[in-house]
T-cell receptor, first 112, second 113 residues
Framework: DAKTTQPNSMESNEEEPVHLPCNHS???????IHWYRQLPSQGPEYVIH???SNVNNRMASLAIAEDRKSSTLILHRATLRDAAVYYC?????????????FGQGTILTVHP | EAGVVQSPRYKIIEKKQPVAFWCNPI?????LYWYLQNLGQGPELLIR????????DSQLPKDRFSAERLKGVDSTLKIQPAELGDSAVYLC???????????FGPGTRLTVL
């Protein structure tokens, strides 16, 4: 499985934007970039995903580098409820359909 | 809409005892997953079902773990006998199809003494 690299932790202040980076230099042409987050004592929650183009939804934006070897999850205005572990995952579009391989993720702390 | 339901939420057992976890996926979701999450780590896939068929169980320790998804809806994950190292959170997830986003339940926290 292709690997992703994320910082262990990041901090932000409430109502400020947060940019969570992810490196995936071994990404293949059929891999989608998925982001999930896990709040304390809960199961992971889908945030956003993309293939080549930047994506926006009600939760966040995903900026994908032109060579697809890195991406950035953008939370436009962090709230205390955004404090969670954020996982960047390469979702195989080929024979390994359906397999999410989680890394250790980035622990995001949001200060009031 | 109800989410993925898991029970029990917490379970404490002594080593060598059997234990079972139950999962009810979101209605209409064909794909069901069981994950194991150790403290401080990301979830790891144990098994994936497409309807009743286990299509990926390569990470399931088959000497002590078993799973079933009768009628392609609810699923049960069993450990027999449990070992100290099995203490973890067991997560169930479901999706419409394998390529769609996965919806996770709250998990069952297992403590083996």
């Amino acid at each position: 499985d292709a690997k992703t690299t994320q910082p262990n932790s990041m901090e932000s202040n409430e109502e400020e934007p947060v940019h969570l980076p992810c490196n995936h230099s071994t990404i293949s042409g059929t891999d989608y970039i998925h982001w999930y987050r896990q709040l304390p004592s809960q199961g992971p929650e889908y945030v956003i995903h993309g293939l080549t183009s930047n994506v926006n939804n009600r939760m966040a934006s995903l900026a994908i580098a032109e060579d697809r070897k890195s991406s950035t999850l953008i939370l436009h205005r962090a709230t205390l409820r955004d404090a969670a572990v954020y996982y960047c995952i390469l979702f195989a579009g080929g024979t390994s359909y359906g397999k999410l391989t989680f890394g250790q993720g980035t622990i995001l702390t949001v200060h009031p | 809409e109800a989410g993925v339901v898991q029970s029990p939420r917490y379970k404490i057992i002594e080593k060598k005892q059997p234990v079972a976890f139950w999962c009810n996926p979101i209605s209409g979701h064909n794909t069901l997953y069981w994950y194991l999450q150790n403290l401080g780590q990301g979830p790891e896939l144990l098994i994936r079902y497409e309807n009743e068929e286990a299509v990926d169980d390569s990470q399931l320790p088959k000497d002590r773990f078993s799973a079933e998804r009768l009628k392609g809806v609810d699923s049960t994950l069993k450990i027999q006998p449990a070992e100290l190292g099995d203490s973890a959170v067991y997560l169930c997830a479901s999706s419409l199809e394998s390529v769609n986003e996965q919806f996770f339940g709250p998990g069952t926290r297992l403590t083996v003494l």
